[in-house]
């Protein structure tokens, strides 16, 4: 699942960016309006099919089609605003389009990785089965509260930097759809919440008392590294911003 949605998720948008916008600029242009319409529906209907999710491992994959869709609505502005005067903003949003899959693979790799953490130890995905246990293990807490807000699009993580240039960039292309996709920010907020709440918070399931709950340091050490990116690239996305806006330039060039 982590490699799944960390990297085979992004193939269908880079041949987007690397075949259909280079090679066929004028039907992108054509179906940019179609894209986003199909790249808002899967912001909104990803946030409220994760939103309504018990399982933890599917309230994560149907996240994943929540920030896609992001990366979707970027790639729409660009294919429609490409070599107009909104190309600028086009720029804009294709930029965090590209971080934003990258930073998709750091916050959905992570999450899959703590679900499969719990599940290892308790041998249930069922959110209601959990409950209260931050006591129990609270380096575990503490990393699924870091990595569930990066997921969340807190300022100061990597996902607010990516999901900021998206909608900075197609507002003044796509303003209406770009507004309707807030609605699926504001549900994406309800579900991490959500899912927080019944896994940490809460009275403690008797279930789980003098089990061994915690993450161990093999857990860690696998997860460390996807949690000091999604930091940097929130303090300091210029860095891997500048290499992504390279690229993208010499495209619309």
């Given at each position: 699942s982590m490699i799944l949605a960390g990297v085979l998720l992004k193939l269908g948008a880079y041949g987007f960016l690397r075949l259909v916008l280079p090679l066929y600029p004028q039907q992108a242009h054509d179906y940019a309006g179609i894209l986003a319409l199909l790249a808002v529906a899967a912001i909104v209907f990803g946030a409220f099919a994760s939103w309504g999710q018990s399982d933890?491992?599917?309230?994560v994959a149907y996240s994943s089609v929540n920030h896609m869709g992001f990366v979707v609505l970027g790639i729409a502005a660009a294919a429609y605003a490409r070599g107009t005067m909104s190309a600028g903003d086009a720029v804009i949003a294709l930029n965090g389009a590209v971080l934003q899959m990258f930073n998709?693979?750091?916050?959905?790799a992570g999450m899959f990785l703590l679900v499969?953490?719990?599940?290892?130890?308790?041998?249930?995905r069922d959110l209601k089965a959990y409950g209260g246990l931050f006591p129990l293990a609270p380096i575990y807490g503490g990393i699924l509260i870091f990595t569930a807000m990066s997921s969340l699009g807190l300022p100061?993580?990597?996902?607010?930097?990516s999901e900021f240039m998206v909608v900075r960039g197609a507002w003044p292309i796509f303003t209406a759809y770009t507004a309707v996709a807030m609605l699926g920010l504001l549900i994406t907020g309800i579900y991490i919440l959500k899912s927080v709440r019944q896994v940490l918070h809460g009275p403690l399931n008797e279930a789980w008392k003098g089990h061994a709950l915690e993450i161990n340091g093999r857990e860690i050490l696998a997860i460390a590294p996807l949690m000091v990116l999604m930091l940097v690239i929130g303090v300091w996305p210029a860095w891997i911003v500048g290499v992504i806006n390279a690229t993208v330039t010499r495209l619309f060039g």
């Open positions: 933890f491992k599917r309230l998709h693979g750091l916050s959905a499969g953490v719990i599940y290892e130890r308790t041998h249930t100061g993580l990597n996902g607010f930097v």
